[in-house]
Nanobody, 130 residues
């Protein structure tokens, strides 16, 4: 059974930093496309970072230059370094994974994201206060 576990959320002030971690276990694929998504209350889930097994990354403009996604040596671990956090970054952050293949894309509607990414964690809360 595949498990996706996130950790590292918390509460920080504007301009602060947090590092999220994610580990995927129990899968049988040789390569994964992994992504970070977030969902604020009353809003749709949105992608904030993607990383393919070859290390290729992608970010939306809203976080580019502030967020950095990376992976562990074993490729089943992913990290999200978030710097210069803003109140609008407040959300529940989810780690997601799917079998590698095609463009590792997290810039999807919520419906498409839930359809394309097979495995999801339970989420970790990030709160940024003024």
């Amino acid at each position: 059974q595949v498990q996706v576990v996130e950790s590292g959320g918390g509460s920080v002030q504007t301009g602060g930093s947090l590092r999220l971690s994610c580990e995927v276990s129990g899968y049988s694929y040789s390569r994964l496309c992994m992504g970070w998504f977030r969902q604020a209350p009353g809003k749709e889930r949105e992608g904030v970072a993607a990383i393919e097994s070859d290390g290729t990354t992608g970010y939306p403009n809203s976080v580019k230059g502030r967020f950095t996604v990376s992976q562990g040596n074993a490729k089943n671990k992913m990290y999200l370094q978030m710097n210069n956090l803003k109140p609008e970054d407040t959300a529940t952050y989810y780690c997601a994974a799917r079998r590698s293949g095609g463009y590792c894309n997290v810039f999807l509607t919520q419906t498409a994201a839930l359809r394309e990414f097979e495995y999801w964690g339970q989420g970790t809360q990030v709160t940024v206060t003024d």
